[in-house]
């Protein structure tokens, strides 16, 4: 029900007066459809798993893969809004680390260095995506595609080359272990705090005192901080507007001025970053790199995004609905280690859940458009 305000005398109703109840005001957030899934999921879980699940180590052991995951799909999420896909960020993430950690371990620079190195590759390559895809009017699905298998095969060259003909790159974190920027980009935050609150017994502890979780891990900080950052790009500024604008109608946009070739540059150059960020952090964390690093990434991105609320069709999406989305895939790939389920049914949930998502982005698409 809508409650349509008078129009002036003579005059038509302008849609702009009219009141939208809160019922249909809910149902067009595009993050709805992952705060069902979500609390689907939590329920799922409170009622099959240990309840060691929902310790505070056990929360902070769905978070980090979650966190991981989510800084691609935001990333992914605002690409998908402005109408375009990247496949290859899966890739960029091994074809980063080993960029990474040749620049770490065999060329010897300083990880400040290393990371704004990694950072630039990455930016130069999510530019040369995007120009073949605007330059070309190939579809960025087939573009970045290709770049998938480019990168994964530069990736294995490249270590081999640096390496002498190993496929994977160890003494990362052993080289990087003086800089100043490493608890920035590994291990865990607030280190402190949490030895407080085992000393006071607010938390679990070990026999020797030390906290049973030591801290929050560094990448659900960047994740945070991505999520909000992106979702305050979307909401509040007019390059977000320029977002939806160049992914509901690109040709709509140009003629209304939006620069819709340098917006959706900016966003493949995002994704890449994130992607090379991603890297970053979890070389750091495990000290090694490897050809395989990033696997299938790209794909679970895009779901994690699509069950966020982000439509295949561009246009209409939200970063936080990417950042639920994200937690309810790290929820479930730990959640099954602590059931009697096997861990194999996590690709059943993969296409069970993005099938269910385009079908609800489907409905919720077509009642705010009012197709039928």
Same mark, same amino acid.
């Given at each position: 029900?809508?409650?349509?305000?008078?129009?002036?005398?003579?005059?038509?109703?302008?849609?702009?007066?009219?009141?939208?109840?809160? #019922?249909?005001?809910?149902?067009?957030?595009?993050?709805?459809?992952?705060?069902?899934?979500?609390?689907?999921?939590?329920? !799922? !879980?409170?009622?099959?798993?240990?309840?060691?699940? @929902?310790?505070?180590?056990? =929360?902070? /052991?769905?978070?980090?893969?979650?966190?991981?995951?989510?800084?691609?799909?935001?990333?992914?999420?605002?690409? #998908?809004? $402005?109408?375009?896909?990247?496949?290859?960020?899966?890739?960029?993430?091994?074809?980063?680390?080993?960029?990474?950690?040749?620049?770490?371990?065999?060329?010897?620079?300083?990880?400040?260095?290393?990371?704004?190195?990694?950072?630039?590759?990455?930016?130069?390559?999510?530019?040369?995506?995007?120009?073949?895809?605007?330059?070309?009017?190939?579809?960025?699905?087939?573009?970045?595609?290709?770049?998938?298998?480019?990168?994964?095969?530069?990736?294995?060259?490249?270590?081999?080359?640096?390496?002498?003909?190993?496929?994977?790159?160890?003494?990362?974190?052993?080289?990087?272990?003086?800089?100043?920027?490493?608890? !920035?980009?590994?291990?865990?935050?607030?280190?402190?705090?949490? +030895?407080?609150?085992?000393? /006071?017994?607010?938390?679990?502890?070990?026999? /020797?005192?030390?906290?049973? =979780?030591?801290?929050?891990?560094?990448?659900?900080?960047?994740?945070?901080?991505?999520?909000?950052?992106?979702?305050?790009?979307?909401?509040?500024?007019?390059? $977000?507007?320029?977002?939806?604008?160049?992914? $509901?109608?690109? /040709?709509?946009?140009?003629?209304?001025?939006?620069?819709?070739?340098?917006?959706?540059?900016?966003? @493949?150059?995002?994704?890449?970053?994130?992607?090379?960020?991603?890297?970053?952090?979890?070389?750091?964390?495990?000290?090694?790199?490897?050809?395989?690093?990033?696997? +299938?990434?790209?794909?679970?991105?895009?779901?994690?995004?699509?069950?966020?609320?982000?439509?295949?069709?561009?246009?209409?999406?939200?970063?936080?609905?990417?950042?639920?989305?994200?937690?309810?895939?790290? #929820?479930?790939?730990?959640?099954?280690?602590?059931? +009697?389920?096997?861990?194999?049914?996590? +690709? =059943?949930?993969?296409?069970?859940?993005?099938?269910?998502?385009?079908?609800?982005?489907?409905?919720?698409?077509?009642?705010?458009?009012?197709?039928?």
């Amino acid at each position: 029900m809508v409650d349509v305000s008078k129009a002036p005398e003579g005059g038509a109703k302008d849609e702009r007066l009219i009141r939208v109840s809160l #019922m249909a005001s809910l149902i067009r957030k595009p993050e709805l459809g992952a705060l069902a899934g979500l609390a689907f999921v939590l329920v !799922f !879980f409170l009622t099959t798993a240990s309840p060691q699940m @929902f310790t505070l180590a056990g =929360v902070m /052991n769905f978070m980090a893969p979650a966190a991981q995951l989510g800084i691609l799909a935001v990333a992914a999420a605002l690409l #998908m809004i $402005g109408g375009e896909f990247d496949l290859s960020i899966g890739s960029m993430i091994a074809f980063s680390g080993m960029v990474f950690g040749a620049a770490v371990v065999a060329w010897g620079l300083p990880l400040s260095v290393a990371i704004l190195l990694t950072l630039a590759v990455a930016a130069l390559l999510g530019i040369t995506n995007a120009q073949i895809v605007m330059r070309t009017g190939l579809p960025s699905f087939i573009v970045t595609l290709a770049f998938l298998f480019i990168l994964r095969g530069l990736s294995l060259v490249g270590l081999k080359w640096v390496t002498g003909g190993a496929t994977q790159m160890r003494g990362i974190k052993e080289a990087a272990a003086d800089s100043p920027l490493v608890p !920035f980009f590994s291990g865990d935050a607030f280190k402190g705090f949490f +030895q407080y609150l085992a000393d /006071n017994d607010l938390i679990t502890k070990f026999p /020797n005192g030390s906290p049973a =979780v030591p801290g929050v891990p560094v990448e659900l900080l960047w994740f945070l901080a991505i999520a909000l950052g992106a979702t305050y790009l979307l909401v509040r500024t007019g390059f $977000g507007n320029w977002i939806f604008a160049a992914g $509901g109608d690109a /040709n709509a946009a140009r003629n209304s001025g939006v620069p819709v070739a340098r917006v959706k540059t900016i966003l @493949f150059i995002l994704t890449a970053c994130a992607a090379a960020l991603v890297a970053i952090l979890t070389v750091l964390d495990a000290g090694s790199t490897d050809a395989r690093r990033g696997f +299938q990434k790209e794909f679970e991105a895009i779901i994690a995004a699509v069950i966020g609320g982000c439509l295949l069709t561009g246009g209409y999406g939200s970063a936080i609905g990417a950042f639920f989305g994200s937690i309810i895939f790290g #929820m479930v790939l730990i959640g099954l280690t602590y059931t +009697q389920i096997d861990q194999d049914w996590y +690709q =059943v949930f993969l296409g069970g859940m993005l099938l269910l998502a385009v079908l609800f982005n489907n409905i919720i698409r077509k009642r705010v458009t009012g197709e039928r």
